[in-house]
């Protein structure tokens, strides 16, 4: 039974950083694409970074040069270090994983993300 756990949410000021991790747990994800999606109150959920097999990387515009995605597969862990965050950050993060990127098969619980001006 495939398992995404997500953690490394909280509350951060303006500016601060956070780290948010994603285990991956029930087989090997090295050949997966993997990524983080936000979903904010009263919105559609988005995609904030993706990583593929290759390590290929791709970002919204709105986080581009912010964010960093990065996975570790020895430790079937993909990550998402979050700088210079801003109040439009907030929002509850879910990792995903798939066969390729836009082909997302299993979801994590979300963490919340809370910044504050």
């Known amino acids: 039974q495939v398992q995404l756990v997500e953690s490394g949410g909280g509350s951060v000021q303006a500016g601060g950083s956070l780290r948010l991790s994603c285990v991956a747990s029930g087989r090997t994800f090295s050949s997966d694409a993997m990524g983080w999606f936000r979903q904010a109150p009263g919105k559609e959920r988005e995609l904030v970074a993706a990583i593929s097999s290759g390590g290929s990387t791709g970002y919204a515009v709105s986080v581009k040069g912010r964010f960093t995605i990065s996975r570790d597969n020895a430790k079937n862990t993909v990550y998402l270090q979050m700088n210079s965050l801003k109040p439009e950050d907030t929002a509850v993060y879910y990792c995903?994983?798939?066969?390729?990127?836009?082909?997302?098969?299993?979801w994590g619980q979300g963490t919340q993300v809370t910044v504050s001006s």
């Open positions: 995903a994983v798939g066969v390729v990127v836009g082909a997302w098969n299993y």
